[in-house]
């Protein structure tokens, strides 16, 4: 795999004993740790909290603390340049899908991005904004995949 979107919720599981989804979200922190699969987000991404202009590096950098597992990653991969830096701009009627899609304006910009990705391919543990019938819809529609750390484990 090229590239992926990862949903912050997606990394803050793999601190959170009581998710469903800990085990996973750790398997899909080592193996992005061992492979060269590049994490796509938006343009003027930084881990520097006063030196960015990005929505996935403000949502990253709210919920994941220094010390855990989704923040180390984010660390590493920073320190070998690991990220894809894409523009969140997409065609207008593709935004206006989204919008009517996707209610929660912090899911949109995840899913603007991965539809702007090499591999179009959203890792979420949200399906409250991405319920599994929307996931396939979406999928249809404008060819993003959005699966959760089980399913991307096996492409990793």
């Keep these: 795999m090229i590239d992926i979107v990862l949903d912050t919720c997606t990394l803050v599981h793999a601190n959170n004993s009581d998710s469903d989804y800990q085990e996973h979200s750790i398997i899909l922190i080592n193996k992005l740790l061992e492979n060269s699969t590049l994490v796509t987000v938006d343009e ?8 960015h202009s990005s929505y996935i590096a403000l949502e990253y950098l709210k919920h994941l603390s220094p010390g855990m597992l989704g ?4 660390s590493f991969l920073a320190s070998n340049e690991r990220f894809n830096f894409i523009s969140n701009k997409v065609p207008k009627s593709t935004k206006n899908y989204i919008e ?3 209610r929660n304006k912090k899911d949109r910009m995840f899913l603007r991005i991965a539809y702007n990705s090499q591999e179009k391919t959203l890792a979420s543990h949200d399906y409250t904004d991405y319920q599994k019938n929307k996931r396939k819809t979406i999928k249809k529609d404008i060819n993003v995949l959005i699966v959760d750390a089980e399913d991307i484990n096996e492409s990793l």
């Design 44 to 51: 003027g991404f930084s881990l520097d909290e006063s030196n």
């Design 71 to 74: 923040h180390s990653l984010l």
């Design 100 to 102: 009517q899609k996707i």
